[in-house]
Structure formats: structure tokens, C-alpha cells
């Protein structure tokens, strides 16, 4: 007689389970992916330019840009582009979806190698674990690793448990691809070698040589054109590891095996004391586990030691872990939360193990339920560690803009929503139409050639043009101009792409800061020009033909006071006077502004007869303005000889100053 439909059976059934686990591991690698991080770091970008070039008909199996990348995820990014556009969550969305999917792999493989219990705790621990999460919120392709090795030694353990050929030939086929996702792949040769080793020592009967070899065939069909290529472009495949090795000298500093000594102590501590302190692997210094998870990750691995004899698995886990932490002991910046991608997710089952063992302990000692609510207690506290860690602390940080280079993605949303093209700064989508007509952006080559994330973010058009040393202005008139400038060189040159008659603003961009920089610097330099106008009856004359259009006054909401002057030159300028906005109370200045207009970046002698500059100046006040006590004096004055330029007054020189009224 079939059993009555109960409910309570459907949910609390491993398939439900895993359900609701991955529909939280979703939320969370899905929340605002497309703001958080901020910016979009230029290895990213790397992949997302070589995704244009698969979208424009290239396809290789290596990509050499930014020192040699493996394709499958630069691939996946393709397809993502194509239907959202050149965005950073575009890129970031592939992260996401691979990272979701290993929380159901994980759970496959568990499930396969522990049992149920042990594969639901685990899938819980690499949804809710901060460094899968973060992993699966940026768009490089190490996250690719974890989501194929579960995969692939998922369908290798369900060949050993039932000797299977189809379990060996899966498996293989998966294994194969794991190497086009991530150099740290090759160490896994490594680990299964010496776990066939292990067997043939202690467990020949698991050994199905059959099945192992279309396991071995099927990988090496799949991984022959990769390693034909390697084979022919040794320099090319080998290239990121020769650089960042510990037996390269400018690594060890002379000091080799003090060097390694130090890396193997840093990558054992990555568990439970110190992680990686690169803000984009991961919340600086937090290790793998928070301290109640790394508490049954050592139990766990007790465990796993003392069954080693009886349980393979136990075995397994221990070699992979060790083995796969090689990538990172070898190599600088250990322990790196990218090199080391190798362990997710075998680290994550000793502290399952942990777990498990606390749960059959307390249900022989307590009511099944309460066993299940306290293991379920200790999950949702790592679970509500990871939330307040990543989006409490580390997405809130206002450093992290710098470390995934959010400058350059300002750059690029302004230049984009100058022409009314490409992505806009905010959503997952990019805008596919054309630049507005009667709109012109030229950047400086400084600020394309060397930054692959304006690259990719700005689409290429006639409306965009690359100012390098043989390029000659073009005649413009009649639209509207919008000049990026690297600040650091003589900016005069690049005046003379701006149209005459111009009405123009200046305004400093973005800051930047690299890893091994302090402080931060500014990035670019906005110049606007748009049509001027009609022409209108000048407020007030200076000496020298600078006149004072119109002005405007407005206090902001954070208290501080904005002056906007509209100048223009009727005569060219030999000097390079300073204007000042002082406001004052009788005798006593309340704040002040003196600079060269223009943000300081457009001095009075670059000045050309006709142009109009919207001249903008900020005072931070210490109390309220009133117009019927304060005085607001704007004049001009020559730095050096402290001479003012005196306030014209029917053609004869009166005061050094105007009150604006």
C-alpha cells in the first residue's frame, strides 16, 4: 500500500535540503553583485577584453595577456558580455553562477565520499564561508577550480565505491576541463597520484585498473590541446609562475629554505589564525574558518587521520588538502587565497566530520531534534560571521575602492555618460546604441593604453579618440567635448583640442592608490567644453580683459557654500593671476578660496578670447552665510608680486576687488 503524501517527508528530504542551501548560497553571491565590490580590478577587465575578442571571432586555447590565462572561464564571460554588455557584473554574474553550483557539488562529492550528513554540513560550509563568497563575487577564474574538482571527483569516488566505467569516463571528461580553469589545476596530478599510490599500498581493492584508465584517457583527450600548446609556447604557459616563485631570487631573497619554512607555517595558519590579507581574495587576514567552524575543523581532522586505515576518504582529504596547498607555499603572498583555490572544497570536509561527530554524540544523548538544532545553531553562527564580515566590514570599507580600482571605472562612467553609451554606473546592463550625436571624448593615451579597465568599459566608436605623441588636434566646432587629462604632465598642449568659443568646465576625477602605495593620488582631470551661448553683458571688468560674466551663490546641504563665476578673457593673458573668493565679516575672513581657476588645472595665460570658463569654488564655513553681514569679495592677484588686478569702472581702475551681491 503506498504511504499517505506527508509534507514533513518532502521537506526534510536531502533534495530540499540542498534546495534551500543553494537558494541562500544564490542570494548571497547575487546580492548587488553589480556594486559590490566596487570598481572592477584590471585583471577582470583582462578577461573581459579577451571575452570581446572570442565575441569578434578569436579562438584560443591560451590567452597570453596579463602574463597567461587558462580559457573556460574568459569563455563563459563571453557569453555573459553578449547578453549584458561590456559591464563589470557582466564578468562578475560568471563568478557567481560557478560559485552557486559548487554548493551542489560540494554536497555530490561529500555526500559521495562521508556520507548525507557529512555532504549537507559541507555544502552549508561553502555557501556561508567568506572566502568561497568572495571568490564567487569577483571575475577571475580561479573560482572555476572548486566547481570542476568537485565535479570530477565526484564521478572518480562513485567509480572506486561501484567500479563503473561510466562514473571513471565522467569523471575524466570533468578532471580534463579542471585544467582550463586554473594554473593550480597541475598540482592535482600531484595529489591523485599519490591517493592511486595509497591504495595500491593499502586498498587494492578499490582499484579498478580498467576504470582508472578511461578515467586517465578521457582526461588526457580532453586536456591534449592545452598541453600541446604548453608544449610549444613553454614561456607563454609557465610564464605567471616563474615570476611569483619561491625559488626565484628576487622571492627568497637568497634565503630559500628560510623562505619556504616561513610559507608552510603561513599556508597551515590559513585554516584558523591568519588568511589572505589582499582585500580582493578575501577580507584581509581573516583565515578559512571563524573560530567555532576551525574548533570541529581540527576535530575533524583527527578523525580523518585515525580513520585513514578503515576510510579512504579520511585519507583523501588529507593528501588533496596538503598537496593543493603547494601552489601557495611555493609561491609569493602566502598564504593567497587565489593560489590555494585548490583546497575548496575537500578544507571544508574535516570540519563536517567535526560537526557530524558532535551531532551523533548529543542525538545519543539528547532528543534527534535538539542534536539537529544545535549543529544547525553552529552553522547559522558561521553563516551570520561571514554576512557581518563581507557585507557589515569588508564591502563597506571605503578602501576597497582602491584595491578593485573603482578610479578607473569613475573614468570610464563618465566617459560613457558624456557619449550616452556603454555602461552608466549602475545595473548589470550596458547601453548598446550609439554616442549621442554632436559629442566628442578624447583621452589622453596614458589613461587607455595602460588601463584595460577603460578599455574594456568604454566602447570604442568615432565619438572616442586616443590622443598619443603623433596625434594632431582636429578642428571641432559646434559640439560638445569632454577631454580626460593624465594630471601629471604639462596639460597646455591638449588646449587646442578644445573647441574655441567654448563654455568650459574643469573638474579633478577620481583617486587611485596601488597595493604597495600609502596615499592615494588623483587619477584624471575632466575637461567639458560645450557651445557658449549668447553672448550676455559682462557683470564686472577687470584690468587685462578678464571680465566677470555672471556669478551664482548657493549653499549646499553639507553646510558649505558654492560659488560659481562665469569668466572670459576678451584679450590674450600673459600672466597667471590667482583668483580669490574671500567671504568676510568686517575684518575678519570666514573662509576663503585662492587658486588658479579652473581647479587650478587652467591658468589665465592658456586663456583664448572668447572661451567662457564656469569657475567653481567651495567654502567650508564655520557658521551660516547671510548676505545681510558677510561679505563675499572676489578679485585676482599676482601670486608672486602680490599686485591685484583692479575692478574697472568706466574704463578707469577702481577697487582690487567686487562684492558679489
Known amino acids: ?43 577582470e577587465a583582462f578577461n573581459g577584453l579577451d571575452a570581446l575578442r572570442v565575441l569578434g571571432g578569436a579562438r584560443p586555447i591560451f590567452f597570453t595577456a596579463n602574463n597567461g590565462r587558462e580559457p573556460l572561464f574568459i569563455y563563459l564571460v563571453a557569453l555573459s558580455v553578449g547578453l549584458l554588455g561590456r559591464s563589470p557584473g557582466a564578468i562578475r554574474m560568471v563568478a557567481a553562477v560557478l560559485g552557486t553550483l559548487t554548493v551542489p557539488a560540494t554536497w555530490l562529492l561529500g555526500r559521495a565520499m562521508f556520507g ?21 563575487r569577483i571575475g577571475l577564474r580561479a573560482i572555476g577550480l572548486p566547481l570542476f574538482l568537485a565535479l570530477s571527483l565526484w564521478q572518480f569516488w562513485r567509480g572506486l565505491d561501484t567500479g563503473r566505467r561510466q562514473h571513471y569516463l565522467a569523471g575524466g571528461v570533468l578532471y580534463g576541463l579542471t585544467f582550463y580553469t ?17 591504495l595500491l599500498l593499502f586498498d587494492k581493492a578499490r582499484l579498478h585498473w580498467s576504470g582508472l584508465l578511461c578515467f586517465a584517457v578521457a582526461a588526457g583527450l580532453i586536456l591534449a590541446p592545452l598541453l600541446v600548446y604548453g608544449a610549444l609556447h613553454w614561456d607563454e604557459f609557465m610564464q605567471r609562475a616563474g615570476q611569483v616563485s619561491v625559488f626565484n631570487p628576487a622571492i627568497n631573497n637568497g634565503d630559500l629554505w628560510g623562505t619556504l619554512g616561513r610559507h608552510f607555517l603561513r599556508a597551515l595558519g590559513l585554516f584558523f589564525w591568519r588568511g589572505d590579507f589582499i582585500p580582493r581574495h578575501n577580507v584581509p587576514w581573516r583565515p578559512l574558518f571563524d573560530p567555532l567552524t576551525a574548533a570541529f575543523f581540527v576535530i575533524g581532522l583527527g578523525f580523518c587521520a585515525r580513520r585513514k586505515w578503515r576510510q579512504p576518504a579520511g585519507t583523501f582529504t588529507l593528501i588533496w ?46 532528543h534527534p531534534g535538539l542534536a539537529l538544532g544545535v549543529v544547525t545553531l553552529a552553522l547559522a553562527i558561521t553563516l551570520g560571521s561571514t554576512i557581518w564580515d563581507y557585507f557589515g566590514q569588508h564591502a563597506r570599507n571605503p578602501e576597497l575602492g582602491y584595491a578593485f580600482e573603482a578610479g578607473e571605472v569613475q573614468l570610464a562612467v563618465e566617459v560613457n555618460r558624456f557619449l550616452g553609451t556603454g555602461w552608466d554606473g549602475s545595473g548589470l546592463t550596458a547601453t548598446v546604441s550609439g554616442p549621442l550625436p554632436g559629442r566628442q571624448a578624447i583621452l589622453v593615451s596614458r589613461l587607455w593604453d595602460q588601463r584595460p579597465t577603460v578599455r574594456f568599459l568604454v566602447p570604442e566608436s568615432d565619438a572616442l579618440t586616443i590622443v598619443r605623441k603623433d596625434s594632431r588636434p582636429q578642428p571641432i566646432s559646434g559640439e560638445s567635448v569632454l577631454l580626460a587629462l593624465w594630471p601629471y604632465e604639462d596639460l597646455r598642449p591638449y588646449m587646442e583640442w578644445l573647441p574655441i568659443g567654448s563654455l568650459i568646465t574643469v573638474q579633478e576625477g577620481a583617486l587611485e592608490r596601488g597595493d604597495l602605495e600609502k596615499t592615494p593620488h588623483l587619477l584624471y582631470v575632466l575637461f567639458t567644453a560645450e557651445p557658449a551661448g549668447v553672448s550676455v553683458e559682462p557683470e564686472v571688468r577687470f584690468a587685462e580683459g578678464l571680465v566677470l560674466l555672471g556669478h551664482e551663490v548657493k549653499t549646499e546641504s553639507d553646510g558649505t557654500l558654492l560659488v560659481r ?20 565679516d568686517g575684518e575678519r575672513i570666514l573662509a576663503q578660496s585662492d587658486t588658479w581657476p579652473g581647479e587650478g588645472y587652467y591658468p589665465t595665460s592658456w586663456w583664448r578670447p572668447g572661451d567662457v570658463l564656469l569657475d567653481e569654488h567651495r567654502l567650508a564655513l564655520s557658521e551660516p ?31 582690487e576687488y567686487v562684492v558679489l551681491e
Open 116 to 136: 548525507r550528513r557529512v555532504g549537507a554540513i559541507s555544502a552549508v560550509l561553502i555557501a556561508g564561508l567568506v572566502w568561497p563568497l568572495n571568490l564567487s
Open 321 to 366: 588538502v596538503a598537496v593543493l596547498l603547494l601552489p601557495t607555499i611555493l609561491a609569493e603572498d602566502t598564504p593567497h587565497f587565489l593560489r590555494a583555490v585548490g583546497i575548496l572544497p575537500a578544507a571544508v570536509f574535516p570540519a563536517a566530520v567535526g560537526l557530524e561527530v558532535m551531532w551523533q554524540r548529543l542525538a545519543a544523548r539528547m
Open 625 to 655: 552665510y547671510n548676505p545681510a553681514h558677510h561679505q563675499l569679495q572676489v578679485g585676482w592677484y599676482e601670486l608672486q608680486t602680490m599686485r591685484h588686478l583692479p575692478v574697472l569702472k568706466g574704463g578707469q581702475a577702481g577697487d
Open 182 to 198: 586554473y594554473t593550480a589545476s597541475r598540482f592535482t596530478l600531484l595529489a591523485l597520484a599519490v591517493f592511486v599510490l595509497f
Open 1 to 43: 500500500m503506498r504511504a499517505p503524501f506527508s509534507l514533513r517527508r518532502v521537506l526534510c528530504t536531502d533534495w530540499a535540503v540542498l534546495g534551500a542551501v543553494t537558494a541562500v548560497a544564490l542570494l548571497l553571491r547575487f546580492y548587488a553583485i553589480g556594486r559590490i565590490p566596487p570598481g572592477l580590478y584590471h585583471d
Open 565 to 584: 563665476l562665469r569668466w572670459q578673457a576678451t584679450a590674450n593673458i600673459a600672466t597667471d593671476y590667482t583668483v580669490f573668493v574671500h567671504l568676510v
